[in-house]
């Protein structure tokens, strides 16, 4: 099974392995033609956590259980789709022709297959990606919406907190196990939002993100 995994278990408190079922893994298999074993790691570890895989974006699967998003809603020559956007705007997918390769690289489209362009390097990078996304946006304590950062707000917090992962545009920081901060960046603005399962460590982390974007100050003006 694949250690790489092990980080967004411990994310969603996941200490046995939640798979999606037996006959669903082989009836992807069957119309793929093969499973990397990356993502069919994935299917057994932690294919069967909707929170991990249906809070913003969707693991597709046989029976549609996450997003009604069925597997034969997605029919391309050259790519199998394995997870869409919530709203469809952007599926991603494994070329044909990798599908006998241990972790090979995603490719997004947005126009429903008429054009595509690889979005990550490994299966693996995507998916863990997509779980701290989706545990970002998931967790019981949150900021609730993106706060912006100027670049030197940025530089600050990415120096104060270990990363956990780069995906496109976003940035994962993880202070605790337990604890996410999302940063999104387009061009110099940057976004924040950030989340925990723990009270204690989002009101300390709180705090800290409040001194730094100055919000402290700004009530006591």
Not at 36 to 64: H, I, S, W
Not at 152 to 174: D, H, N, R, V, W
Not at 204 to 211: A, C, L, P, R, Y
Request: glycine letters at 4%; one cysteine or more; aromatic letters at 14%.
């Amino acid at each position: 099974m694949n250690d790489n995994y092990q980080n967004i278990r411990e994310l969603f408190h996941l200490d046995a392995p939640c798979p999606l079922p037996e006959e669903d893994i082989e009836q992807i298999r069957k119309q793929f033609g093969a499973i990397p074993k990356a993502l069919e790691d994935y299917y057994r570890l932690c294919g069967g956590c909707a929170e991990m895989n249906a809070t913003q974006d969707f693991l597709v699967t046989p029976d549609g259980r996450y997003g009604n998003y069925h597997l034969n809603l997605f029919s391309y020559p050259d790519y199998c789709v394995f997870y869409a956007e919530n709203q469809c705007v952007a599926e991603w997918a494994i070329k044909k022709s990798d599908l006998n390769q241990e972790n090979p690289p995603v490719y997004e489209t947005y126009d429903d297959g008429r054009t595509w362009h690889q979005i990550c390097d490994s299966v693996s990078d995507f998916l863990i990606s997509e779980a701290y996304m989706q545990s970002a946006l998931s967790k019981e304590y949150s900021s609730e919406e993106f706060y912006q950062m100027t670049p030197e707000q940025f530089q600050i917090l990415s120096e104060k907190f270990p990363c956990a992962g780069i995906y496109e545009t976003m940035q994962f920081l993880q202070p605790y196990q337990d604890t996410v901060l999302m940063i999104s960046k387009f061009k110099e603005n940057f976004s924040l939002l950030y989340s925990s399962d723990s009270e204690e460590h989002f009101e300390e982390i709180d705090g800290i993100i409040s001194e730094i974007l100055g919000f402290e100050s700004d009530e006591e003006e």
